[in-house]
Nanobody, 130 residues
């Protein structure tokens, strides 16, 4: 049974950076769609970034492209979300998501498939103070 664990959240001042990690086990890491959702206080969970670990293509939603980046480390079976120039509105719980069946096409395809993801982990809290 595959598992994943999110880590790397914390408290940071506006303008700072954080790097979140999602480490997997029990999956063949090179054949995954992986992504990050976030849920701001009082708002719905939103898928913000995806990566196809087979081909390496990645996607970040337009609003965050200039500040956030998703990447993979095959040696560590880990997908990371680098968040720079953090803003107060980036505060929320960040959740990892994966799909072991939809890999091998593109990160945008992964995005469409991961939107229905429901097997949530604990997430990692990000708090940005202004």
């Amino acid at each position: 049974q595959g598992q994943f664990t999110e880590s790397g959240g914390g408290s940071v001042q506006a303008g700072g950076s954080l790097r979140l990690s999602c480490t997997t086990s029990g999956f063949y890491y090179r054949h995954l769609c992986m992504g990050w959702f976030r849920q701001a206080p009082g708002k719905e969970r939103e898928l913000i970034a995806t990566i196809d670990t087979a081909g390496g293509s990645d996607y970040v939603i337009d609003d965050l492209q200039d500040r956030f980046a998703i990447s993979q480390d095959r040696a560590k079976d880990t997908t990371s979300l680098q968040m720079n120039k953090l803003r107060f509105e980036d505060t929320g719980i960040y959740y990892c998501a994966l799909d072991a069946e939809s890999w091998g096409k593109s990160a945008r395809y992964c995005y469409e498939k991961l939107r229905d993801f429901k097997s949530w982990g604990l997430g990692t809290q990000v708090t940005v103070s202004s």
